[in-house]
């Protein structure tokens, strides 16, 4: 099949690369406009654009590709077209466009989580199984008919860029299979079930604040799902602390630990035991955090020096 792929971050690129080493041909690549960083202000090219440049794929990049894009895609005249975390709707002219029409790689288990952050919102509420699902794409946010869709557990401890690859790895795989299928045309298609889907938004650094009134498994999820963006963060003597990972910890807490606000660092905290913080219903162990100015270091090491001592206290401010 002649593919045009569409795709931005590093959660697509296993598909690109599955689909190029293929016996498909990738006749076209789309990405989004390059942004400037938020430090440096320097233009950054997206995961999409850095693969398609490195295999001398023909790339695009279109401010709107229902109104800029409509009569290149039509001249590349793609039997089908391929989108994976892409970032833009496209309009019924576009979707019209392939013979086959348009399917979309989603990072979850539809309609469960559509929208822009399925892998996050799937750790942030403490679920322990996602998947992906391979689905005809239509006018709608994520709402069109299923095709296939493969499940795998959440892990203990995994973070969002964790799931993120390893749900990339099975997308991919899952695509070449239902690529098959549709070229057979032996595909067959299966309505979502809309009453049962939760839309999800982009998480945004204010969502990341720990509320240290939650519950221990709250602010772990958090910590997890916001980690490698946009990072849990937290106030502490007026200084914006990033806490990477976390994890509910394995102490008892005493009577006294029982009494201290939610936020304050116990008393058990040191470079050898490491650094507990209470919660709404127990207690919470930091494992990597970021001052400002410094470097993601483990917890223990910085209990090392002078920045946290026992009964300090970590404040819920949505202003960091």
Known sequence: ??????????????????LNKSKHEV???ICQPDKPTERGNKIQFCCVKKYAIENNLKLFQFAKISRDGVEELKELNPDLMVTAAYGQILSQEVLNIPKYGVIN??????????GASPIQSAIIHGDTETGVTIMKTEIGLDTGDIIDSVKTPIF??????????????IGANLLL???DRIEKGTVTYIKQEHFNATITNKISKTDATINWNKSSKEIKCLVLGTNPNPIARTLLNGEMVKIYKAKIADIVLTDEDKALEPGTV???????NGLFVRTFDG????????FPGGRELPAKQILNGRKIKPLDKFVYDINV
Do not use: W
């Open 1 to 18: 099949m002649r593919i045009v792929f569409l795709g931005t971050p590093e959660f697509a690129v296993s598909c690109l690369d599955a």
């Open 27 to 29: 006749i076209g690549v």
């Open 105 to 114: 790689v989603h990072a979850s288990l539809l309609p469960k989580y559509r």
């Open 156 to 169: 203990e401890n995994e973070t969002y860029g964790e799931l993120s690859i390893r749900l990339s790895e």
């Open 177 to 179: 299979s239902v690529i």
């Open 266 to 272: 116990l008393p058990e905290s040191s470079s050898k």
């Open 283 to 290: 207690a919470v162990e930091l494992i990597d955090i970021q």
